[in-house]
C-alpha cells in the first residue's frame, strides 16, 4: 500500500496551519497556465444568447451567497459575531439556500445553528473561533431519544431535523477547548464544537477543526452522510473524540486526517433500536489517546455493514478496537488495508455485558456479534499485552476471519504471565488492556464460534515466555498457513 493514500501532504498541513497563526494563504493565478478557451466558431446570434445566460448564471451565484459582514459582523476576533453569522444563515434559509461565507478574519461566536439548505464555508483566509464565554452556548436539547439527552447540550454549530446542510472550506473552526477545564459532573460546561442530529444529506469538507473542549463532531441519527477531506487537531486532554458516528444510516468518510485525545473515528449506537449501519471510512491517517478506529463503546442499537478500510493508525492505545457491551447486534464489519505504526494493541474485539440502558428504557441484555472480517493488517512497535477476542459464557463471539495479517509485538512476557488465568470481566469498561498482560503474546481468543486464522505471523522483537497464540472455549477453529508459531490449547 502506498503511503499517498493515506498520508495527506504535509506541505498542505502546513500551509492550513498556518491560518491559525494569522498567515494568509492565497491562491494562485499564474501566467503560464494553459488557455482553455472554447476554440469552436460561435454564431453571432448564439453569441448574444450565451453572454445574457452566462450573466444570469453569475447573478443566481451571487445572489446565493450571504456574507455575515452585511448583518454586522467585524471579524476582528474581539467582536462577537454570533448575531450576524444567524442572521446571514437565517436570510440564505428564508431564499431557498446557499452558501454562507465567512472570509478575511477571525469570527468570534457562539452557537450558531444550521437550517436547510445552508452551507457554511470558512474560506482559506477565514478562522471561525468559539467564543470563550460557556454563557454564549445556550442550551439546546436533541428530540431523539437517546442515552445522553439529557447531559450534552452545548455547542458551537447546531442543526437538527434539517436538510442538505453542510459545512465547507479550506479554513479553520477553532472550539478554544482549553479555555473550558475539565470538571467532574460538570456536562454543561464544555460544548462540542458539533452536532447535527437526525439531518438528512449532511456535507463536511476541507476545514481544519482546532481544540474541541469534549466531543469534537457529533453526528446523531442522520442519513447520508459525506465527510472528506476533514484535519482534526484536538489532543490537549480527555474527552476529546475526534468524530462521533452515532447511529446513522449512510456514512461516508474519506481521506480525512485525525490527531484526537480520545477515540479519533469512533461508531456508536446510543438511540435505542436504531443501529449504527452502511458506514465506510476509507483513506484516514487516525491517531486517538484511548483508540484510533473504535465500535462502542455504546452499543445499545447495534452495528451493522461497517467497513473500514486503507487507513493508517498510530500512537494509539487501541488500533481497531470493536465493541459491544450495551446489548445491540453487532454484525458483518469488514476491516482491510490497515498498516498500524506505535499501536500498543492493534487488534481488540469484545462482546460484554456493561448493560447501560438509554434513559426511561430497560436495561439492554447481553447482545451478539458476528461475521467480522480483518483482513491485511501490518503492525509494527505493537506492546507486549497482546491482541484479544473474546465473548462470554453462553455469548459467544460468531464467525470471526483473520486473515493476511502481519503483527511484530514487543515480547519480553515471563512464565509467570503465561500462567495468568484471565477472569471474565464480564461488565468492565472495554479496551484493549482490560485484561492486563495477556498470557498469550500475540492473540488470545475465548468463547468464539467459527474462527478462521488464515495466513496470520505473530512475531516478537524480544524473547517471550509466552504462545503466540491461546484459545479458550473455541469451538470450529480453523487454521491456515501459520508461519513460525504455534498454538496453546
Not at 477543526?209 to 466531543?215: C, G, K, T, V
Not at 507486549?384 to 502481519?406: A, F, K, M, Q, Y
Request: hydrophobic content about 35%.
Amino acid at each position: 500500500m502506498r503511503d499517498s493514500i493515506m498520508l495527506k501532504s504535509l506541505n498542505s498541513r502546513w500551509v492550513r496551519e498556518q491560518k491559525v497563526k494569522g498567515v494568509p494563504c492565497a491562491g494562485e493565478v499564474r501566467a503560464d497556465m494553459p488557455d482553455t478557451r472554447m476554440r469552436c466558431p460561435i454564431r453571432p446570434a448564439l453569441l448574444g444568447l450565451a453572454a445574457a445566460l452566462l450573466l444570469a448564471d453569475f447573478a443566481c451565484a451571487e445572489a446565493r451567497v450571504w456574507n455575515p459582514r452585511d448583518y454586522g459582523a467585524k471579524a476582528d476576533g474581539v467582536t462577537l459575531d454570533t448575531q450576524a453569522i444567524q442572521a446571514a444563515v437565517d436570510a440564505c434559509a428564508q431564499a431557498g439556500g446557499g452558501s454562507v461565507n465567512l472570509s478575511g478574519g477571525v469570527f468570534l461566536s457562539g452557537t450558531v445553528v444550521l437550517k436547510s439548505g445552508v452551507t457554511l464555508s470558512v474560506t482559506n483566509s477565514a478562522v471561525l473561533r468559539g467564543s470563550a464565554d460557556i454563557k454564549e452556548y445556550p442550551s439546546l436539547t436533541p428530540g431523539v431519544d437517546y442515552l445522553y439527552r439529557a447531559r450534552f447540550t452545548k455547542y458551537l454549530i447546531y442543526a437538527e431535523r434539517q436538510e442538505n446542510v453542510g459545512l465547507t472550506g479550506d479554513g479553520v473552526i477553532d472550539g478554544q477547548g482549553v479555555m473550558f477545564p475539565a470538571k467532574k459532573g460538570d456536562d454543561g460546561g464544555r460544548p462540542y464544537i458539533l452536532r447535527f442530529s437526525e439531518c438528512k444529506r449532511v456535507r463536511v469538507s476541507g476545514l481544519l477543526f482546532l481544540n474541541s473542549a469534549r466531543w469534537l463532531s457529533h453526528y446523531l441519527a442522520c442519513e447520508d452522510v459525506e465527510i472528506e477531506r476533514v484535519t482534526i487537531r484536538s489532543r490537549e486532554r480527555e474527552n476529546r473524540d475526534g468524530m462521533d458516528i452515532d447511529s446513522c444510516d449512510g456514512v461516508r468518510i474519506r481521506d480525512c486526517d485525525v490527531y484526537s485525545g480520545d477515540d479519533a473515528i469512533v461508531l456508536k449506537s446510543t438511540v435505542a433500536g436504531r443501529p449504527c449501519r452502511n458506514v465506510t471510512v476509507t483513506g484516514c491517517r487516525l491517531s486517538g489517546s484511548p483508540a484510533a478506529l473504535k465500535l462502542g463503546t455504546e452499543s445499545q442499537g447495534g452495528f451493522e455493514d461497517i467497513r473500514f478500510a486503507d487507513c493508517f493508525l498510530y500512537d494509539s492505545r487501541d488500533g481497531i478496537a470493536i465493541e459491544t457491551v450495551d446489548g445491540g447486534v453487532c454484525q458483518r464489519v469488514a476491516v482491510s488495508n490497515i498498516v498500524l505504526r506505535n499501536v500498543e494493541n492493534p487488534l481488540f474485539i469484545r462482546l460484554g455485558n456493561r448493560g447501560n440502558p438509554v434513559p426511561g428504557h430497560p436495561v439492554p441484555g447481553v447482545g451478539a456479534m458476528r461475521d467480522i472480517t480483518v483482513s491485511n493488517l501490518r503492525a509494527e512497535g505493537a506492546g507486549r499485552t497482546g491482541c484479544s477476542v473474546t465473548g462470554l459464557p453462553g455469548h459467544r463471539v460468531e464467525r470471526v476471519t483473520l486473515r493476511d495479517i502481519r503483527i511484530r509485538f514487543a515480547g519480553g512476557g515471563t512464565a509467570e504471565e503465561a500462567a495468568r488465568k484471565i477472569p471474565e470481566k464480564e461488565k468492565a469498561y472495554p479496551s484493549g488492556s482490560m485484561y492486563g498482560t495477556l498470557p498469550a503474546y500475540g492473540l488470545f481468543i475465548r468463547h468464539a464460534d467459527g474462527v478462521m486464522l488464515d495466513n496470520v505471523e505473530l512475531s516478537v522483537s524480544e524473547p517471550d515466555a509466552r504462545p503466540a497464540l491461546l484459545v479458550d472455549d473455541v469451538r470450529g477453529l480453523e487454521t491456515k498457513m501459520l508461519p513460525g508459531w504455534p498454538a496453546k490449547k
